[in-house]
């Protein structure tokens, strides 16, 4: 069935350094792959997203890359804030349910300052 | 633009009742989808309305429904509640066009605490 498998579980680093989470994905119809990122009691925002069309994406200090034939994706982020502290979820959806997002398990990414 | 607003923001209510939770979305977007979110079994989807049809469900039993209105709020119910339904319920918006990669926008979510 549809499952997305997310590492790391928890991530710390130091202010500045980079932090990279990877994302694997099982359904070969999945052609979307959003990010979120969710602080403590608040929603999931939407930082960042690829099509399958496309192999990377950046914006600013976030990039996504998705190797289609491995079915990974994955997110980096670069220069890392403590405001970048929060949990990380990466999600697939497929052309055929394009409202059904399967979502991983959620990365908890500490930035110590 | 206003966003994905849902209410009740925060409930508690007793083993065996039913909650209603309702879900407004964007405006403009014809897809509301339903998620469960709790620390153990993360974010699990739980059913999609565009243009007032269920059009995808979860894995989750008939105690949970859905439905959608015509001018696209939606609401879902959990009927007979048990303690382990306690979660928080996110509702998110999207266009819903069947092409790919649309967008999908969350609320804030409806705390719901089952004692």
């Known amino acids: 069935g549809e499952n997305v498998e997310q590492h790391p579980s928890t991530l710390s680093v130091q202010e500045g350094d980079s932090a990279v989470i990877k994302c694997t994905y099982s359904d070969s119809a999945s052609n979307y792959f959003p990010w979120y990122k969710q602080e403590l009691g608040k929603r999931p925002q939407l930082i960042i997203d690829i099509r399958s069309n496309v192999g990377e994406k950046k914006d600013q200090r976030i990039a996504v890359t998705l190797n289609k034939t491995a079915k990974h994706f994955s997110l980096h982020i670069t220069e890392t804030q403590p405001e970048d502290s929060a949990v990380y979820f990466c999600?697939?959806?497929?052309?055929?349910?394009?409202?059904?997002?399967?979502f991983g398990q959620g990365t908890t990414l500490q930035v110590k300052p | 633009k206003a966003g994905v607003t849902q209410t009740p923001r925060y409930l508690i209510k007793t083993r065996g009742q039913q909650v209603t939770l309702s879900c407004s979305p964007i405006s403009g977007h014809r897809s509301v989808s339903w998620y469960q979110q709790t620390p153990g079994q993360g974010l699990q989807f739980l059913f999609e309305y565009f243009s007032e049809t269920q059009r995808n469900k979860g894995n989750f039993p008939g105690r949970f429904s859905g439905r959608q209105f015509s001018n696209s709020r939606s609401e879902m119910n959990v009927s007979t509640l048990e303690l382990g339904d306690s979660a928080l319920y996110l509702c998110?918006?999207?266009?819903?066009?069947?092409?790919?990669?649309?967008?999908?926008?969350f609320g804030e979510g409806s705390w719901l605490t089952v004692v």
């Open positions: 998110a918006s999207s266009l819903g066009g069947t092409h790919s990669g649309n967008t999908i926008y």
């Open positions: 999600a697939a959806s497929s052309f055929s349910n394009t409202g059904k997002l399967i």
